[in-house]
């Protein structure tokens, strides 16, 4: 049977995976989006977009069908 991790080592694991996971989303967004001001989505934000789902789909983090 496992140890369970002590609440405080939780939270503070938990903090740091939000941390990652703020900083990834934050870069790809960052990546992505280059006019904030419009609805449309231009041919480089399209495009990068491609990139990062093909570059996600290799590292088989895209959930399949």
Known sequence: MAAQ???SDQIKQFK???GTYNKLT???FIGCVK???TREVKPEEAYQ???NEALE???GLLSQP
């Open 5 to 7: 991790m002590p609440e």
């Open 16 to 18: 740091e995976f939000l």
């Open 26 to 28: 934050e870069t790809c």
């Open 35 to 37: 006019d904030v001001t």
């Open 49 to 51: 977009v491609q990139q």
């Open 57 to 59: 789909a290799k590292a």
